[in-house]
């Protein structure tokens, strides 16, 4: 290259380094001029077929790409446009492209990994990242993460391509406590764009967040979960006539919540299946003593403690004159429901009183009574709390 043209590169490339753009000087040397004798030229024998050219292969994305970039108040547009071409990757825009510029002074080559987590944290103060799919670079808005595709990862294995600022889902299993009331205690550590969801009947969580704050959050909840309750023990309940596995169905009806989960198929076929919860509470059957294995906190194993004692009577005690019912409160407690009943049975013998029972950890409250006396406690309560669900206390399916 003569000196004119060198010095002519050399002030292009600084006038387009200035207005933002990566660019090399030896990208604007003249053109060399083609070869004398090239294909396209050359003609072909009178007569003579000629043999048709391959077609070009698809363009790949570059293996191993390192990038060294600067940017001074350069628009995201160009700087999209930059690592594009510089990984070989087209971007797929599931969101605008923000109006704001991008500043980044560095003197290093930076792998693909790590460029794009440097993209990615000055994407963050407008909305927006940037993420690797196949051979493809989607740009959506952060708040939308949950819902899109993401690694799924471990607490603590974190692989070694995933940088601190990537959206990863986290799957966390529990041990000691209850994933929905840790999911509540852990929300305020959760940015806008993320996501927990427990899931109660394998008692673990579904974290959605950035991977340097999964770690975090995880470490809280491990910790968090290395505890036994203060107040958990446990209790053996022999039963005289019942049938342990039959205690332990009504129990889970009477002290558990039944949850309904609808799931929708591709063909839009609904389904509905459902569960009792007693969160807090291990119930199990002993046949082989016909007894009940209770562990929990200790104001629920009380409230076992006299369910027990009320389903635990001789065959046809309940079945006679004696009938249990159960309400589902939602306007009034518990505890204000049993103090109503018992002032309404007030002036009926003890003997006679139909036994009030609250259960203020789900909402109910139970009666063991004759009927004349459950009729009135039934019309009372309609009267206190008029959506009150009746009747005879749920049987719970076996799990």
């Given at each position: 290259m003569n000196p004119r043209a060198r010095t002519r590169a050399a002030v292009i490339a600084s006038l387009i380094a200035t207005a933002g753009?990566?660019?090399?000087?030896?990208?604007?040397?003249?053109?060399?001029p083609p070869p004398a004798n090239t294909p396209s030229e050359e003609h072909t024998p009178t007569g003579e077929a000629s043999t048709p050219q391959p077609e070009a292969a698809p363009a790949q994305p570059k293996a191993d790409v390192r990038i060294r970039f600067?940017?001074?108040?350069?628009?995201?547009?160009?700087?999209f446009d930059f690592f594009s071409r510089e990984t070989g990757l087209p971007i797929i825009r599931e969101a605008p492209v923000p109006a704001g510029n991008m500043t980044?002074?560095?003197?290093?080559?930076?792998?693909?990994?790590?460029?794009l987590s440097i993209l990615n944290l000055n994407l963050r103060l407008n909305g927006v990242t940037l993420r690797r799919e196949a051979n493809f670079l989607y740009l959506s808005t952060i708040k939308d993460a949950v819902r899109m595709p993401s690694r799924v990862v471990e607490l603590g294995s974190l692989p070694a391509d995933v940088t601190p600022d990537m959206i990863v889902t986290m799957t966390i299993p529990l041990n000691n406590t209850r994933a929905s009331q840790v999911a509540e205690q852990i929300k305020p550590l959760i940015a806008e764009y993320g996501g927990v969801t427990p899931v109660d009947a394998q008692n673990m969580l579904i974290l959605v967040e950035s991977a340097a704050q999964c770690e975090r959050i995880g470490r809280v909840i491990r910790a968090i979960d290395s505890i036994r309750p203060v107040d958990s023990e446990f209790r053996l309940f022999k039963l005289k006539y019942a049938k342990a596995e039959d205690v332990v169905v009504s129990l889970k009806g009477l002290v558990g919540q039944r949850l309904q989960q609808v799931f929708i198929d591709k063909d839009g076929k609904k389904t509905i299946t459902e569960e009792i919860d007693i969160a807090g509470l291990n119930i199990q059957p002993d046949p082989r003593t016909n007894s009940v294995i209770v562990v929990g906190s200790?104001?629920?194993i009380e409230t076992?403690?006299?369910?027990?004692?009320?389903?635990?009577?001789?065959?046809?005690?309940?079945?006679?004159?004696?009938?249990?019912?159960?309400?589902?409160?939602e306007t009034i407690t518990p505890d204000q429901a049993a103090k109503t009943l018992n002032s309404l049975?007030?002036?009926?013998?003890?003997?006679?009183?139909?036994?009030?029972?609250?259960?203020?950890d789900v909402g109910k409250i139970t009666l063991i009574g004759v009927q004349p006396l459950l009729l009135q406690a039934t019309a009372l309560l309609g009267e206190i709390d008029p959506a009150i669900a009746t009747g005879q206390a749920r049987e719970a399916q076996p799990e």
């Open positions: 753009c990566a660019a090399s000087a030896l990208a604007f040397q003249d053109a060399a600067q940017f001074k108040d350069t628009p995201f547009a160009m700087v980044f002074i560095g003197g290093t080559e930076y792998s693909f990994e790590e460029a200790n104001t629920r076992v403690d006299q369910l027990i004692r009320i389903l635990d009577v001789p065959t046809g005690q309940l079945g006679g004159e004696q009938q249990m019912v159960t309400f589902l409160l049975f007030s002036s009926v013998p003890k003997e006679a009183r139909p036994t009030v029972l609250p259960l203020p």
